[in-house]
């Protein structure tokens, strides 16, 4: 039998494994308040269903992490309060977050969870944990593709500077020519 083999929860977990999982649980924490606030100020229907759907899984993944935290006597990170409901209407227009402003955090934060979810799975020794983080990151994957067609669909999506590759003329090479570049 190897080195840290066998049943992984009787395995201890190390320092990098505590440290990403409860980091992560005070992100997915933070994100879940925030897309509650995001829900009262989203006025496109399809951006709205996706925001519900991110607030449930960060839950599930919420109550995934505080089981495998607790189980390892580890203390939580605080949790923000739940946000109350509004109507979009009682919201000062000058106040709102707008909806193209709202997709591109809500595809900020899938990109860092994406990057999150990876760096955890690489500092873990136990399968359990690297195997969390991987359906973590399956989900975040899908979702991310679903906010990339949706920004694009609604006008949203705001890319860099594109390269636009000039075609150079068909030079015949030749020694003077190399010599040159």
Request: net charge negative; hydrophobic share 40%.
């Amino acid at each position: 039998m190897g080195i840290m083999s066998g049943n992984p929860k009787e395995q201890p977990m190390h320092y990098g494994e505590v440290f990403s999982t409860w980091s992560y649980l005070a992100g997915i924490k933070a994100m879940v308040a925030a897309y509650q606030t995001q829900e009262n100020h989203c006025g496109d229907e399809d951006l709205k269903k996706m925001i519900k759907a991110l607030i449930e899984q960060g839950k599930q993944e919420e109550e995934e992490v505080v089981t495998l935290l607790k189980e390892n006597g580890i203390a939580l990170p605080p949790s923000p309060p739940e946000r109350s409901k509004a109507s979009l209407e009682d919201i000062p227009v000058g106040a709102r977050i707008n909806d193209a402003e709202i997709a591109l955090s809500i595809s900020k934060d899938i990109a860092a969870g994406l990057v999150a979810c990876s760096q955890a799975m690489g500092q873990c020794t136990r399968e359990d944990i690297a195997m969390m983080f991987g359906q973590f990151h399956t989900v975040k994957a899908q979702n991310g593709a679903k906010m990339l067609k949706m920004n694009k669909e609604k006008g949203w999506l705001v890319p860099p500077p594109l390269h636009a590759q000039k075609h150079l003329e068909a030079v015949p090479v030749t020694t003077k020519t190399v010599s040159k570049i």
